[in-house]
């Protein structure tokens, strides 16, 4: 199959070499993941040399600046342009990530393993030869071993083992200052999975064996390239009827790092291949680790998104219909935990989640959550104090008062001084003073009641 070579524009595929309006970037700048954004501002400064500093310009602080790359605010579509000015970059790179050229051979190479894994062979080949007429006018070989790797998976498709393995050895064997070999890593599975197709499964163990050893000698052993690896090299010793090796192997696919071990596993990776001088490998890695950092970005974005909806269901229980307070606040803690925020904000989220276990009557699960907390982390005096208000809750509604008072009284110590309470956390403590009033007059104890009662009443008197 000749994957270059057609001139049919695949359907559904528009051509991004057309003008792209202002009207156009306002939609994307509405639509885009500010993590993203944010992610391809941070590129464009670095590979501009530029500090925070000099990008903002007088415009915003830089710290304002660093919060846009963090993902946690997204610049009006003014200040965009005027940072893609700074930049040297046009408005379209920073939405994009790419440049119009490269934009285009991008959008039709991201379409072609969609195509393939849905079954349509013949737009994907389309696809990637309009991808390669592209590319053969801009003269860029950066993305030939995408280009290649692609190549060699269509063929795949087709039934051309013969002609995958040349491509895909072509990468796997690339030297180091061949841009091939910055697909080497993705390349080997497939190859595996080729030679295991051929019958040749001595060449698939030994090429297996190879790139997983390569991979591990460079902290990649947890990495989803490895654990890809190690599955398909545990079937091709399962061909083999060699159960031992293919059980060893299988123990070798480690269970997935965290996000944030992840993205320093491959970037420490990069800066190995790089002191050996494989520079197209090293960027691969380099990019592995932004992404990652990326998605992370983009799940606490959602994930805090999700928060505001679950403290809405704690307010109100029909607020968003559809969700309950409790599983919309336990998916936010996971997630906050997955991709390891901030452990002071891990534990307020906790916090709140324990107080949804307790409204919706589930005593057992509100303690539970409890337990897991860190209690180094705690060092917010609101979130401290709401763990302590849902202890004395609970022991409360299981006749324990005395333990109860002790969990209400700690809550109001971390609080402090009714008249020092800053604004913001007003409503917290008056609720915790309110709790603690109840229950002094569950237990006859009147003048302590009155006390606890007017601080309450200061408190959401104040403005």
């Known amino acids: ?48 040399g530029l500090t925070q500093a000099d990008v903002v310009g007088g415009d915003v602080s830089a710290a304002y600046l660093s919060r846009i790359e963090s993902g946690e605010r997204r610049p009006e579509f ?45 737009s994907a080949q ?24 692609l190549q060699a998976a269509t063929r795949l498709a087709d039934g051309d083992v013969d002609g995958a393995i040349d491509e895909l050895h072509a990468i796997v064997d690339a030297p180091a200052n061949d841009p091939l070999a910055a697909w080497c890593t993705a390349a080997a599975p497939l190859l595996v999975d080729a030679l295991l197709r051929a019958g040749r499964l001595g060449a698939a163990v030994e090429t297996g064996e190879a790139a997983l050893a390569r991979l591990e000698a460079v902290g990649l052993a947890a990495a989803p390239e490895a654990r890809m690896l190690a599955t398909r090299l545990a079937r091709v010793h399962l061909a083999r009827r060699d159960y031992g090796a293919a059980t060893t192997v299988a123990r070798r696919a480690m269970p997935a790092a965290s996000k944030r071990d992840l993205a320093v596993a491959y970037r420490d990776a990069a800066a190995k291949v790089l002191a050996s001088g494989e520079t197209h490998l090293a960027a691969t890695y380099a990019r592995s680790a932004a992404e990652v950092e990326a998605e992370a970005t983009r799940a606490r974005v959602r994930a805090e998104h999700l ?25 936010v803690l996971q997630t906050l935990i997955e991709t390891e925020a901030m452990p002071a904000r891990v534990e307020a989220v906790r916090a709140l989640l324990a107080r ?15 337990e897991g907390a860190s209690h180094d982390a705690l060092v917010d005096d609101v979130v401290r104090a709401s763990c302590l208000v849902v202890r004395g809750e609970i022991d409360q509604r299981a006749g324990r008062l005395e333990a109860a008072v002790l969990n209400f009284d700690a809550a109001a110590t971390a609080l ?40 309450a009443a200061s408190l959401t008197a104040r403005p």
Do not use: C
């Open 78 to 122: 003014n200040l965009l342009e005027r940072i893609a000015a700074r930049l040297g970059v046009s408005t379209e790179q920073l939405l994009t990530g790419l440049d119009s050229e490269r934009g285009a051979i991008a959008v039709r190479l991201a379409e072609v393993p969609y195509l393939l894994r849905t079954g349509e062979l013949a």
């Open 307 to 331: 928060a505001v909806v679950g403290e809405l269901l704690l307010v109100d229980e029909k607020a968003v219909p559809g969700f309950s307070a409790q599983e919309t606040l336990a998916t």
């Open 416 to 455: 402090g001084d009714p008249d020092q309470v800053p604004v913001d956390e007003r409503g917290a403590a008056a609720q915790v003073w309110y709790g603690l009033g109840a229950l002094h007059d569950d237990r006859d104890d009147g003048d302590r009641a009155r006390i606890a009662y007017r601080a």
């Open 126 to 149: 389309q696809t990637l030869g309009a991808a390669g007429a592209l590319l053969v006018g801009t003269g860029d070989t950066a993305v030939q071993g995408e280009v290649t790797f």
């Open 1 to 48: 199959m000749g994957a270059f070579g057609t001139s049919n524009e695949p359907k559904g595929i528009t051509s991004m070499n057309a003008v792209t309006t202002r009207y156009d970037l306002v939609a994307m700048h509405e639509m885009i993941d500010a993590a993203v954004l944010g992610h391809n501002i941070k590129t464009a400064r670095r590979a501009a």
């Open 356 to 370: 949804a276990a307790v409204a919706a009557g589930d005593d057992d699960a509100a303690l539970e959550v409890l």
